[in-house]
């Protein structure tokens, strides 16, 4: 069971936006994605191939705390938290917490750039 999946994106498609509960996170497989704060409508970061982003959503089972917006067409691997989060505790042992601690650094360094 796979728990990636593939979802394509037109140019200016909304993927999610601030407010929203956050159900799964994001890695780009193509094209670009920018995330928006909503409240200045400023953007925060332009997002390429391999970048992750809404791990926030793995974290803290929050909401959304901005905007993201496909540039172009764009292809993103899409991980639902509860498919993670079953294949974890089924399969997890010391790889839950590793995974935890990178996906706290994820967003440590996304918190960062901001």
Not at 69 to 79: D, I, L, P
């Amino acid at each position: 069971m796979s728990i990636f999946m593939p979802v394509v994106y037109q140019d200016d498609d909304i993927l999610f936006e601030a407010g929203e509960v956050a159900h799964s996170f994001y890695l780009i497989q193509s094209g670009q994605v920018r995330i928006i704060d909503e409240a200045s409508n400023q953007e925060i970061a332009l997002l390429g191939e391999g970048e992750a982003f809404g791990e926030q959503s793995l974290l803290s089972m929050g909401v959304r705390s901005a905007t993201a917006k496909a540039v172009g067409k764009t292809t993103c691997q899409q991980v639902e938290v509860t498919a993670l989060r079953s294949l974890l505790t089924k399969n997890g042992g010391i790889v839950t917490h590793l995974f935890e601690a990178l996906l706290l650094q994820l967003y440590m360094q996304n918190s960062l750039k901001n």
